[in-house]
């Protein structure tokens, strides 16, 4: 079974926000909802970077360990999902999610939220009939074999999405060409081992 | 374009030397120019790739991965989503959750299992206060109407908060493969709808608690001898000195108007999120009022112990308001030396009660 995990390319990514209108319009996610947002550190100065960021789908996902009613499961593919027929809106998950995934539609007095969403990998979620997945959690791409579509829209490929292994490829080819010495794994003790980062210190 | 031109103009001899001569440099110039080009291209593409990159997509560096788990959200940050105040990376989650995890959740449990298995204990061995001389028959005010119905509205709340927010912390290692998605959906739903609903309704109860019992939980001095006898608990025979509220009433109350209190003031920044109040702001007030809600539950198992099974005729001063003036001589010396005059029959308790109401007095002297 794959590991399926999101990766953005903080050195790619142009901040065109495409992959936040793709998400909207694959999944019909509700109004004030972005389940991905792109976020611009040191904006107009040289050292301007922005990265797109949603639901990681955490190996340890803090969301899942807080959650007081347990709606939370993680998939064969390591997606985490959630059932918003369990969801009450109490928050714990947006209190501890590193990324600011999980969105209520709601924020009101007697902490009245509706129930959470957040992103599903594009893989939607549990429910009893195709039409009724969709309404709730937005389109199951996953089951037509497709990725994610922010990441099959990215137009610079600095979002990746899919298996972790593939991801992980891509991107250490990406940084061993960009010349990182270590191969981009830094403090890891295989980089000294790993021949595209061994040929890439020979080559720099 | 202009090349062309300066090379047609060669084929034109007739016009003015000096001028032939300017265009030539012109039109060499022009070559060189369109040349050099060409060579600086070639120069360009085979510059260093590690020079290029740094200008042309400038790396990433430790320094810009530090701010991000900073949680940085200064003038030059932005998010793409409405609204939205959210740094990068939400580091005080961890935080959050390790403490409402690993310490809140298991320690809250040891609180109050620990609590209600020691008061069993101390059933066990030591037993209930029976009241030590025979009940006179005479009954002394010592909760009015007013202040009952008070009482046992906050009793009421508090048990149903306790119960529906030990829920939220620990129903789903319970409830949910006890019952099924169907029963513990419709449970923890409900847990949390009253919850947040009769939770500001428990704060107001509570503040005119508060207010109207001040005044009876001064500390006073003799309150340290009646706590250095553990209020006469523990000997048979033994009743330190006390006025209309011991010492054991006066730390529960005490207690309630601080953790109490911060208790309520931590519920309504969760309970209210329409205030804006940010992500960070809500993280420390859940460990604040888990914190104060299990501690307050683990205590009051005490106060209920005390009220009901642990003391004879405690009870009935929260039931029909009256005492017994034994239980006032015993308990409460202080205070029944002011009030015994005021000790009336129990046939006389029954027809003030079955008049409207008003033939009783509405508050009782403090001590």
Redesign the interface.
């Known amino acids: 079974m794959a590991q399926m995990k999101f990766m953005c390319d ?3 990514c142009i ?1 065109c ?1 495409g992959c ?1 209108t793709a998400c909207k319009n694959a999944n019909d996610v509700e109004w ?1 909802i ?1 389940r991905r ?13 922005s ?1 797109s ?1 949603a639901c990681m789908h955490c190996d340890d996902a ?1 969301c899942m ?6 709606c939370f499961y993680k998939t064969d593919d390591g997606i985490v999902l959630h ?1 918003k ?2 969801c ?5 998950c ?7 995934a999980p969105q209520f539609p709601k ?7 509706g129930k959470m969403d957040k992103c599903t990998f594009c893989a939607g979620g549990p429910a009893d009939s195709k039409e009724e997945e969709y309404a709730k959690y937005g389109s199951n791409r996953i089951a037509e074999g497709k990725l994610p579509l922010c990441a099959e829209m990215c137009s610079t490929k600095a979002l990746l999405a899919g298996n972790a292994q593939d991801v992980a490829d891509i991107f250490r080819q990406r940084v061993v060409h ?3 010495k270590d191969g981009a794994w830094s403090n890891n003790p295989q980089a000294s081992t790993d021949n595209l980062a061994y040929d890439a210190a020979r080559k ?1 | 374009m202009t090349v062309m031109t300066a090379q047609a103009s060669t084929r034109a001899p007739s016009i003015n030397t000096g001028w032939v001569r300017y265009l030539w440099r012109m039109a060499m110039l022009l070559v060189l120019v369109v040349f050099s080009l060409g060579v600086s291209q070639v120069a360009v593409a085979q510059a260093d ?2 020079r290029e ?1 740094i200008t042309a ?5 430790a320094d ?1 991965w530090r ?2 788990r900073s949680g ?1 959200t200064s003038s ?7 609204d ?1 105040n ?6 005080s ?2 935080t ?2 390790i403490l ?2 690993r310490w809140v959740s298991p320690f809250g449990l040891i609180a109050v299992f620990g609590m209600a298995s020691l008061i069993a204990l101390f059933y066990l061995i030591v037993g209930r206060k029976e009241l030590e001389a025979p009940r006179t028959g005479k009954k002394i005010l010592r909760w009015p109407l007013l202040m009952r119905s008070l009482h046992w509205s906050m009793a009421t709340l508090f048990i149903v908060l306790a119960l529906t927010g030990m ?3 620990y ?2 290692f319970i409830f ?1 493969p006890l019952f099924g ?1 169907a029963i ?2 419709a449970m ?2 409900a847990s ?2 009253s919850h ?2 009769l939770g ?1 309704l428990f704060a107001i109860l509570l503040i005119i608690m508060l207010v109207s019992v001040v005044k009876k939980n001064i500390p006073r001095k003799h309150d340290l001898e009646w706590l250095k006898q553990a209020g006469g608990l523990l000997k048979k025979g033994q009743h330190p000195d006390a006025g209309f509220s011991n010492a054991g009433e006066k730390v529960w109350f005490w207690l309630l108007a601080t953790v109490g209190l911060a208790l309520v003031i931590s519920g309504f920044v ?5 205030w804006g109040q940010s ?1 960070d702001t ?2 420390w007030a ?1 460990i604040i009022h888990a914190v104060c809600g299990l501690g307050l539950t683990a205590v009051s198992l005490g106060h209920i112990y005390i009220g009901t099974l642990g003391m004879e005729g405690s009870i009935e001063g929260m039931t029909t308001g009256y005492v017994d003036e034994t239980w006032a001589k015993e308990h409460h010396s202080l205070w029944y030396e002011e009030v015994k005059d005021q000790a009336i029959t129990e046939e006389e308790v029954a027809a003030r009660k079955a008049g409207d109401g008003h033939s009783e007095p509405s508050a009782t002297r403090t001590s």
């Open positions: 903080a050195e790619r901040e926000n936040v004030g972005q947002r792109v976020v611009t550190l040191n904006d107009g100065e040289a050292d301007e970077m990265i960021v803090p360990a807080v959650c007081p009613t347990d059932d027929d369990l009450i809106g109490c928050g714990y947006l209190y501890a999610c590193p990324f600011g924020q009101n007095a007697f902490g009245e939220r960009r010349g990182h720099g | 790739p590690e990159m997509a400038p790396g990433i560096s810009q701010q991000v940085d030059n940050y932005r998010d793409s989503r409405h939205s959210y740094s990068l990376i939400n580091a989650g961890e959050w959750r409402r995890n829920n939220l912390l129903g789903k949910r998605d513990w959906g923890i739903s949390k709808v947040n609903y500001p969760l309970d209210f999120p329409n992500r809500m993280q859940n």
